[in-house]
């Protein structure tokens, strides 16, 4: 499954822009628009999978909110610390929003 969260970085945002003036010109249609952000979308989760190697591991004072709906889980973290190798990060609050991570030969 391909999740439309990653369109909310700054990457998804500036392709959502230029598509959209791209679309005001009537270089392209709002057809092939969705259709290149679809591909956006699996091309985002492929990158991730196939080369995606940090770990990071956090702890947290309190879990302030969690919830699972579609198989998406949003958790809501206070007084969080992120760790990766050498590099450590504390932050005051913070959301994770976490997706299945398997195709199960979904398109």
Request: glycine share 4%; charged share 30%.
């Amino acid at each position: 499954m391909n999740y439309q969260h990653y369109r909310a970085t700054t990457l998804g945002r500036t392709l959502q822009d230029t598509l959209d003036e791209m679309m005001e010109r009537g270089d392209i249609t709002k057809k092939i628009a969705n259709l290149v952000l679809l591909r956006y979308d699996k091309s985002i989760s492929t990158a991730l999978k196939d080369h995606g190697t940090s770990n990071m591991s956090f702890t947290a004072e309190r879990l302030e909110t969690f919830r699972c709906c579609d198989n998406v889980w949003t958790l809501i973290l206070k007084d969080a610390e992120f760790r990766e190798d050498q590099h450590s990060l504390k932050v005051d609050v913070v959301k994770i929003v976490a997706c299945l991570g398997t195709d199960n030969g979904n398109e």
